[in-house]
């Protein structure tokens, strides 16, 4: 009975290397890679030191160090290049050439990605995930970051469809770029247009998403910050076209790209001027505002908070609160840029409530 028993499980094994009926054959492979590089089998506990010619099995993670990036092979032809300071699983594969199907959910748990999807003939199910997005893709090249909350794609050849967890999506093309952040739609595509902060941004992820390209690493820490800012600009583009909603999504993308004080401050100010003046919505506006004063008080936006706070009670027809708020102005600022307009509406909220 024992030697029947090893007599199958030889066959099964022929029949595996055969075959691509069993589920642990490699689906791609570590074609090149440079500075720090892990990778971690899917039943493995500890990371190891990747080396090329390695071979990728479903649900093995890699990950880079801030040196480090990996070229992916995968058996149907489609490139994967992993950027510094990245992580990434790919949790399901299939090619099946007989009945003409191929799909795959590549994980990008954060960091830097560049998909180079071969074409296929057949049926395509192929999906680039983040914590926060989905990006549906058939024969086509992209790159997508993901920092935190928030994701930036950029779209070189083909179509992409993206999407948060809605069902909502954009389609990304050529030289375009699309973006979000947890709960949110994706932004409508944005030209990428030459010489230009976006044009430059997309410049550092292709050379960081490229095994062969020299990088500054020092200059890529910078992404984050770059991208925000043009997040920020763009709000205002979109606010002073009358595109209120879309400038709240894109305050909020340029707050969650980066923890840099003065981004989340000025993103957040932004929000709490859109939702209080263009969309008469005093409790969202309260709430910004109050964010700035909590996590950003040492920040110059924390004074217009602050008098913006008292001037939302004051209309609003709360009255202590706007004499709180605005007595902490003065405290605050007794020489600030607001402090005559101040000293003037307190003596106002102080008549109205002697005269009750």
Same mark, same amino acid.
């Given at each position: ?8 499980l ?17 689906? +791609? ?23 090329? =010619? /390695? &071979?990728?099995?479903? +649900? ?5 160090? @801030? ?7 995968l ?12 992580? !990434? &699983? ?29 074409k ?43 999407? =948060? ?9 050529? *030289?375009? !770029?699309t ?13 990428? %247009? ?15 998403? *490229? ?22 600009n $763009?709000?205002?583009?979109? /606010?002073?076209?009358?595109?209120y909603?879309?400038?709240? &999504? ?7 790209? #980066? ?38 008080p040492?920040?110059?936006? /924390? ?20 004499t ?8 605050? $600022? ?6 005559? #307009?101040? %000293?003037?509406?307190?003596? &106002?909220?102080e @008549? ?5």
């Amino acid at each position: 009975m024992r030697k029947i028993f090893f007599i199958v499980l030889a066959l099964i094994s022929a029949y595996c290397l055969l075959s691509a009926a069993c589920s642990f054959a490699a689906i +791609g492979n570590i074609s090149k890679g440079s500075g720090a590089i892990y990778f971690k089998a899917k039943a493995g506990k500890k990371w190891a030191a990747a080396t090329a =010619g /390695a &071979e990728i099995n479903e +649900g093995d993670r890699i990950k880079t160090g @801030k040196d480090g990036r990996i070229e992916l092979a995968l058996q149907d032809g489609s490139k994967l290049t992993v950027g510094n300071n990245t992580e !990434m &699983e790919i949790t399901r594969f299939l090619l099946d050439k007989d009945k003409n199907k191929r799909g795959a959910t590549i994980f990008l748990v954060q960091g830097k990605l560049r998909a180079i999807v071969a074409k296929f003939t057949g049926k395509t199910d192929m999906k680039v995930k983040t914590p926060t997005a989905v990006a549906g893709v058939k024969g086509t090249d992209f790159i997508v970051m993901n920092e935190g909350k928030a994701n930036v794609l950029f779209g070189h050849e083909g179509a992409v469809e993206v999407k =948060g967890k809605d069902k909502e999506s954009v389609a990304l093309s050529p *030289d375009t !770029m699309t973006e979000n952040t947890q709960g949110h739609t994706p932004i409508a595509p944005v030209k990428v %247009e030459p010489n230009t902060p976006l044009a430059d941004a997309r410049k550092q992820l292709e050379a960081v998403t *490229d095994v062969d390209t020299p990088v500054e690493w020092q200059t890529t820490k910078n992404l984050p910050i770059i991208l925000a800012r043009w997040n920020i600009n $763009y709000g205002h583009y979109l /606010a002073d076209s009358g595109k209120y909603k879309e400038a709240l &999504e894109v305050f909020q993308i340029a707050a969650d790209l #980066t923890d840099m004080p003065e981004i989340g401050a000025e993103s957040r100010a932004q929000r709490g001027t859109v939702f209080s003046r263009n969309l008469s919505l005093p409790q969202d506006a309260l709430k910004e505002y109050q964010i700035v004063l909590d996590k950003y008080p040492q920040m110059a936006q /924390a004074e217009n908070a602050l008098f913006s706070i008292g001037m939302i009670y004051k209309d609003i027809g709360e009255k202590e609160k706007a004499t709180e708020y605005l007595q902490k102005y003065l405290k605050q $600022y007794p020489q600030g840029k607001h402090s005559s #307009t101040v %000293e003037l509406l307190i003596k &106002e909220l102080e @008549k109205e409530e002697n005269k009750q």
